[in-house]
């Protein structure tokens, strides 16, 4: 992208004002609202457009009708764009799901006072200043402002029985009057540039706006009615009630217990064996479909509008490391909208970014203050100021592949709506570093590329990573986004994903971020992520029965081996791995149970488990970048029992402190070198030629049937 589109950072900035309308002489107001009211309604019926792919915005509006006076020609009539600008972002405007103005802010070739008032002589319709006149906060009450700020909207006044629609997007408005209580009409049209729109919406309902991002998901389905006293005692008594029953009937307990770790490791074992087959099995009729693919025709879908979340807390020099990653991405600057995610309370991310010279299309959304601050508090208020009709999520310290959202667009646009949600594979970008990071990227890659892709060909439910995650924005929004109580709200919503009938797919689409290499921020992290786990499960399991005829029973078992197997193998581990004392004579209490044919057996099972996760993990890092992995792979064996520690560290919390959110700290390896920083973006004539390849620019743009 050329330097002049690069603009200074376009803050969402909350600042707390009276929930009440600034007082205001009325002259002024009665003089702007009678030149608005002045203005002729819009009221010709609209233009409709062809129908466009999945991953276009359904909320969209049609256009105008044909007769009113294109955009672009009262742009140029005005002098407000270069003509070879306009011709380059009509022809952009072509194959992209987004307005022609966007394209021209986003490149710098038009001023937005310009804009606006090119607008405004097209909409016929006055621009209205919101900060020095404010809206009716009652009157935003009554459409809400979530709905405010998803249409970049607000209403201004009502005036002689008429509201005053202040909106950035005057093409939607007819379709926006029509979804507006009838009670409250008609309404009439005015402009407002969106900062301003959003910046009066957050100076009198912002409280309203990180309410309800706490409370979005259904208290059905969410950790908040998570009761911390009656846990306790459930855990207290469980833990007392083994005490006493190995006091008293030590074989009987010892028995039971062993009898459950036993079962659950040929489960857990069992799962990610069959999920690992269906993933080979899966690649070979994947390239069959593409060899089939590559010979039929497809139609060409207009790219969407890709909205992308990055959460950061307490980051320094943040800004030169991210803008340089994400501008590594090869898509539209356009069509790419970056919210950078921070706290209110966070000083020194905000220190980091303040002054900072973002480009336009990366903008800051800080996240009130409240009585809770997760991650996924932080991404429900955010997902309010997304444009996009694709959301994703990313985690400040990654470093995605180029052509990842090419590969997400491209997915969306052939799935059907039944799938919500696109996984990308994470990986490491610094598995050299020592050994746990060695064993934490062996363990990564066979979870990314064996076990939930598998996962995913079966049918079974899978559990979301925290980032590379894209939905589709409807899906999520009907869902309530995340649950804002839940420290690994990823998990949570992938299963409430299935529960409301949407499937999950793995994307290989690859993003690299930093391995944890030191044992106690691993063990931080690991009983956050188990902590997690287990309240999720305990949410899901309110009621069995409806969790079993929301999943069907393949999805159920496959529920209770991937959650509750798991983690009573990170609980119960040290006691199966206490059997291998059997080979050195050393006497066990297993031998009071089981005879000795069993105990070959039990070794025989120990084996083989081993030999699936050798096999598993060295299979997961066998491609160039990781293949030096191999010979590492068998001591995992000396790596597991740091997640013992994990397990009991996680149930210890669930009790004292449940929604604790104990973040992993980044930065540790400093991959800077590894990353290229090339041109924000390629040459735009060369992308324009390649989209439309044989034909001249000038010749496949006339101006006024591509102009909005």
């Known amino acids: 992208m050329q330097q002049s589109a690069q603009l200074k950072m376009t803050s969402v900035e909350v600042v707390e004002r009276p929930a009440v309308v600034a007082t205001i002489s009325p002259a002024p107001v009665a003089a702007q609202a009678a030149a608005i009211l002045a203005k002729p309604a ?35 009539e ?13 022809a952009l405007r072509q194959r992209q799901d987004v307005r022609l103005g966007d394209i021209l802010l986003t490149h710098g070739w038009v001023s937005e006072t310009d804009l606006m008032a090119a607008l405004a002589k097209q909409s016929q319709a006055a621009v209205i200043d919101l900060v020095a006149e404010p809206p009716d906060p009652r009157l935003i009450d009554t459409l809400g402002p979530e709905l405010c700020l998803k249409e970049a909207m607000v209403p201004w006044r009502r005036i002689g029985g008429i509201t005053l629609i202040a909106t950035a997007r005057p093409e939607q408005f007819t379709r926006l009057n029509a979804q507006l209580p009838p009670e409250f009409g008609p309404y009439r049209m005015a402009l407002a540039p969106e900062r301003d729109v959003h910046a009066a919406l957050l100076a009198r309902r912002q409280t309203a706006l990180i309410r309800r991002a706490e409370i979005k998901v259904d208290p059905a389905e969410s950790c908040r009615t998570h009761n911390e006293r009656l846990a306790s005692r459930l855990v207290l008594a469980t833990t007392a009630l083994a005490v006493v029953g190995l006091v008293v009937a030590p074989e009987v307990v010892f028995a039971l217990l062993f009898l459950w770790a036993m079962v659950t490791l040929y489960a857990t074992m069992g799962l990610k064996l069959i999920a690992w087959i269906a993933e080979i099995r899966g690649r070979g009729q994947d390239h069959q479909a593409a060899i089939k ?111 990842q959202l090419h590969i997400v667009a491209r997915r969306f646009a052939d799935a059907g709506p039944e799938v919500a949600c696109l996984q990308g594979i994470l990986d490491y970008y610094n598995p050299r570093t020592n050994w746990l990071a060695r064993c934490f990227t062996i363990e990564y890659a066979a979870w ?17 990573g925290g980032t590379t995650l894209f939905f589709r924005r ?18 949570d919503l992938g299963i409430r994903l299935a529960r409301y009938g949407y499937r999950t797919e793995l994307i290989p689409a690859v993003t690299h971020e930093e391995a944890n290499c030191r044992p106690l921020p691993w063990i931080k992290q690991r009983s956050r992520w188990l902590k997690g786990y287990a309240m999720t ?27 509750l197997g798991a983690l009573s193998q990170y609980l119960l581990a040290p006691l199966l791995w206490s059997c291998w004392l059997i080979l050195f004579g050393v006497w066990h209490p297993i031998e009071a149970i089981l005879s000795r044919g069993m105990e070959t057996w039990l070794l025989f099972t120990f084996v083989l488990t081993e030999l699936i996760n050798i096999t598993v993990g060295a299979w997961a890092v066998r491609g160039k970048d990781h293949r030096h992995l191999i010979p590492w792979v068998p001591t995992l064996n000396f790596y597991f029992p740091l997640g013992a520690l994990a397990g009991w560290k996680a149930i210890y919390e669930v009790i004292s402190r449940p929604f604790y959110w104990d973040k992993t700290v980044h930065g540790v390896f400093d991959a800077e070198h590894h990353i290229s920083a090339p041109a924000l973006r390629s040459d735009l004539v060369a992308e324009i030629v390649a989209a439309m390849p044989g034909v001249e620019v000038a010749e496949r743009t006339p101006l006024a049937p591509l102009i909005d």
């Not at 019926?45 to 294109?70: E, N």
């Not at 950061?312 to 590594?328: G, M, N, Q, T, Y």
Request: proline letters at 11%; one cysteine or more.
């Open 293 to 403: 693919a590559a010979t039929t025709p497809h139609p060409q879908h207009r790219l969407p509008l890709i909205s992308i979340m990055v959460p950061l807390h307490k980051e320094r020099d943040i800004a030169p490391r991210l803008v340089a990653r994400l501008s590594r991405l090869n898509w539209p600057r356009e069509l790419l909208d970056i919210l950078l995610v921070v706290e209110e309370t966070d000083r020194t991310t905000r220190e980091a970014l303040h002054g900072a010279d973002l480009p336009r299309w990366i903008r800051v959304v800080t996240v009130p203050a409240g009585p809770i601050q997760t991650k996924p508090r932080a991404l429900n208020y955010a997902l309010n100021f997304c444009r996009g009709s694709v959301i994703g999520v990313y985690d400040a310290e990654d470093m995605p592949e180029p052509d």
């Open 42 to 76: 819009l009221d010709k019926p609209p233009f409709k457009r062809p129908a466009r792919s999945v991953t276009a915005d359904p909320q969209r509006s049609v256009r105008p009708g044909r007769d009113r006076v294109p955009l672009g020609q009262i742009l140029l």
């Open 474 to 491: 409807g899906p999520l929004e009907e869902l309530g986004g995340w649950d804002a109580h839940n420290v690994t709200e990823d998990a």
């Open 537 to 563: 499960w305990a949410v899901h399991m309110r009621n069995p029965a409806q969790l079993w005829h929301d999943l069907g029973p393949k999805r159920f078992f496959g529920l209770q081996i991937l959650i």
């Open 78 to 90: 005005m002098g407000a764009v270069q003509p070879g600008d306009m011709l380059k972002a009509l």
């Open 448 to 464: 990314f590329r064996a076990m939930l892709p598998g996962l995913a060909r079966l049918g079974l439910v899978v559990p979301l």
